[in-house]
């Protein structure tokens, strides 16, 4: 914990460790001690649930699966709006009605018989029309979320280091995972002589890094790699591109729990909508939990019943296969061979 996961962890979260519920690392680091950690780096042990050293990813990134999601909708007769802000949420008592739309300047509106909830579950109850009650909107507010940014450096060295990324907890770097996008597919990189490192920052929205210049960051995250001493050396940055995301992380702090149980009860209450998600339930979800809540959704709207609230309740890891028990799971997978490359090195 001192040698890692204190430094690591408040440098995620921004807030110390002493004020961080437990409920994320239970998930995240399932079975894995220091002990195991060295036994799988020495002998190759691959039985700790949150060690994982092959799977498949697609070509150009996870991107990929929904492009092809919004190519199966739309070929299907749904169409998907891009780049559209929910402004209103309209409901009659405990169902809901419509949805107004905002793309640019244009307003529209879409009627449904359900409705599937994945955006911020505190923005989707300040947008119910008319308002849920004042204790449902506290609870709203009380929620907390880590915003990230990622600093893309385009490298002149055709390889560094051979990991998909690496965690960095010394306080005296602000950067606190670096990708190896080349090594995660070597087409999410085009030209082969160049490697392309993802240098990620935790922030919150208004402070410091958040808004920090583009230039400046680049700048910051081109004498860090350096520092880092990665085989980056003085001038291989040829250039650099910032991505920012709001609310990338709800923050597990000790109130969290009594405020997503408000909102939890009140959602429940309506006869027509789901929340899904990482945000849509305010759950440090990995993707597999976060695909699994809207597949259940989809299974209750035909009928079935599943409480999407209990996915990963029990703590459990999607991912947490045994050699053995993943050859069982590809045997019977279809997967396109295509679409996807299998890899052999996990950090």
Known sequence: YRIFFKTYTEKVWGIPCSQIRADWAAQRIQNLSLKQAVLNALFGSQNAKSLIKTFDYPRLGPG?????CQELLERHGSPV????EVVRVEREGQRITKVILKQGDELSELTGEHFVNSMPIAALVHRLDPLPPDEV????RGLKYRDFLIVSLIIDRPKLFPDNWLYIHSPEFRVGRIQNFKNWSAEMVPDSSKTCLGMEYFCSEGD???????????????????????GVQPGDVEDGCIIRQY????????????HLKVLEDYIKTFENLQTVGRNGMHRYN??????????LAAKNIVGEQHDIWNVNVERSYHEN???EEWSKVKQGAQSSKDDSVSLSRAA
């Open 137 to 140: 909107l506290a609870a709203a």
């Open 321 to 323: 296969f045994t050699n």
């Open 208 to 230: 410091d890094l958040w808004e920090m210049s583009n230039d400046k960051l680049i700048e910051m995250a081109s004498e860090e790699i350096v520092r880092l001493n990665l």
């Open 286 to 295: 990995n993707q597999d939990h976060s695909m699994l809540t809207a597949l």
């Open 247 to 258: 609310k990338a992380y709800p923050v597990y702090d000790g109130e969290y729990r009594q």
């Open 64 to 68: 990929m699966m929904w492009e092809r």
């Open 81 to 84: 709006h891009l780049n559209t």
